[in-house]
Every structure is written in C-alpha cells, then in structure tokens.
C-alpha cells in the first residue's frame, strides 16, 4: 500500500516537472525569432534612412514639390481666367492681360522652376486662347519645365478649360486628368 502511494506521488511529480520542461524547449527557439526580426527591422530602418539621405530622392523630393507648387498656380490663372471670362464674356488674348484685373501679382505667370525674374518679362506656360465652343477638356495652359526624374523627359502640366490641372510625360498623349 506504502509502495502504491509511493509510485502516485512520482508519477504526480513527474506529471507536474513535465510542463517545466516543454515551455522551455520553446523559449530558446522563441528569443532567437526575435532577436532576428529585431535585427531585420533595424537593417530595414537603416535602409530607409540611407536612401533618404540620398541626393537622388532629395532631388526628387524636391521636384515633386516643385511641380506640385506649380500646379496649385496654374489653378490660381485657372480662376482669374474664369473671372475674365465672367465680367468680358471671353478668355484674354493672353496671359499677361490678367493683369492687374484679375490676377494682382505678375509673379503667377511664372512657374517656380522658371529661374527667370518673377515679375518681368513673358509668362512661363503657354496659353492657348479657347474658343467659346471648346470642349470643356480643351488645354488653355501648358508648362513643360519639370523634369522629376533626371534623365527621363520632362512631365507637362496641363491647365484644362474646366479648371482641371492634370500631370503626364512630355512626350506622351495630352489625358484628361477626370479618365484616371
Ligand atoms: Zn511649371
């Protein structure tokens, strides 16, 4: 009977120093997972930041910006444009008749990547007087100064009849900014 009770309470020992056991069997395997991710994501952060730092994607940064400053001006002709259009009952011969009337600062002919004086001489984009029965999707202003990615030709931004700036490749087909 002493014997019996005996083997119970090994075999109940054994019972409870198994679990023990089996947990820490994981853990090792476990801390090395995560010490490998942890070193993933750090060589992965470092990439980021490298490439960041890089002259390349500074300078892409900041044509992006460039361009994006440009289309938010070619909006602000865009709705001088409208108001000319309103009060004369057509568009202007050219840009530069917006001024002062309609548009008080000459500097918004010039497009931000245009080096030249901003409030003297001929506008930057090329304006094409539209016809009173133009389609809507016609383009009235053109700028081809943006070169995002160096090497590649320069991407034209497009001012639309309908107030629409739209973005595509030089050399590519004028689309309509609404078909995306
Ligand atoms: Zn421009």
Known sequence: MLMEENQNLDET????SKPP???????????????????CL????AGVLVVMRT???????????VAAKCQVQLQTISAALHRHEISRGEYPQSLDMLYPDYLPSRSAFR?????????????????????KEASETSVVCVCDRHRIVKDQPPVRIMLLKNGEVSMTPAAGPVRDSRHK
Do not use: H
């Open 13 to 16: 020992r054994e019972c409870q």
């Open 21 to 39: 056991r089996r947990r820490s069997r994981w853990v090792l395997p476990l801390v090395i997972l995560s010490i490998l991710l942890l070193v």
């Open 42 to 45: 750090t060589l992965f952060a």
């Open 55 to 65: 002259d390349t994607f500074k300078g892409l940064m900041g044509q992006a910006q």
């Open 111 to 131: 497009c931000p990547a245009d080096p030249r004086d901003p409030n003297s001489g001929p506008p930057s984009y090329s304006y094409t007087k539209p016809a």
